[in-house]
């Protein structure tokens, strides 16, 4: 979101400029109805952001966002990506994370079979995503779960 409000400012689910670097396919998911649907109703940046989809986040790290946002901010929203990587190739691992993640979520609201998943795969993205932004909490997250465990003895 730093990346966004720097860019757009702290208001950026009203920001003509931002709504209109959205995309809005006729078919599918468009992230710029999503947006303007949810801050047409939310009051508030906090419930703006709890109501957005996972997918509109998942789409704000495509490459169409890299000149706009990702190659100048990256690095400030996620302090502890590889120092190696390029804008593009941070950008570009999480998008890949956040898609997986995704279907995985959708999977489990969906009460849909994730016995064949690389659950253990699935959850290290999880904590790689979390350890970018911030690797106390990542920390914090991997002693606190109990789901590496689960994994380990699934049938």
């Known amino acids: 979101m730093e990346a ?7 208001n950026w689910p009203w920001n003509n400029g931002f709504i209109r670097s959205l995309t809005n ?15 047409g109703r939310e009051p ?12 509109f986040w998942e789409r704000m ?7 706009r946002l ?8 996620f302090p502890f990506a590889p120092t190696n990587d390029t804008a593009q190739q941070i950008r570009a691992s999480l998008y890949n994370d956040i898609f997986t993640i995704r279907e995985l979520r959708n999977r489990i609201a969906h009460h849909e079979p994730i016995f ?3 659950l253990q795969a699935d959850y290290d993205n999880i904590l790689k995503i979390v350890g970018w932004r ?14 590496t465990e689960l994994i380990r003895t699934k049938p």
């Open 4 to 10: 966004i409000e720097a860019v757009h400012t702290a």
């Open 25 to 39: 396919p006729q078919v599918g998911y468009s992230p710029k109805r999503d947006l303007m649907a949810v801050a």
């Open 44 to 55: 508030t940046m906090g419930k703006v952001v709890a109501e957005l989809k996972f997918v």
């Open 61 to 67: 790290f495509t490459s169409r966002h890299d000149n």
């Open 70 to 77: 990702w190659n100048q901010h990256i690095k400030a929203s």
């Open 116 to 118: 064949s998943r690389n």
């Open 134 to 147: 911030d690797d106390a909490t990542a920390a914090w997250m991997d002693g606190f779960q109990t789901v």
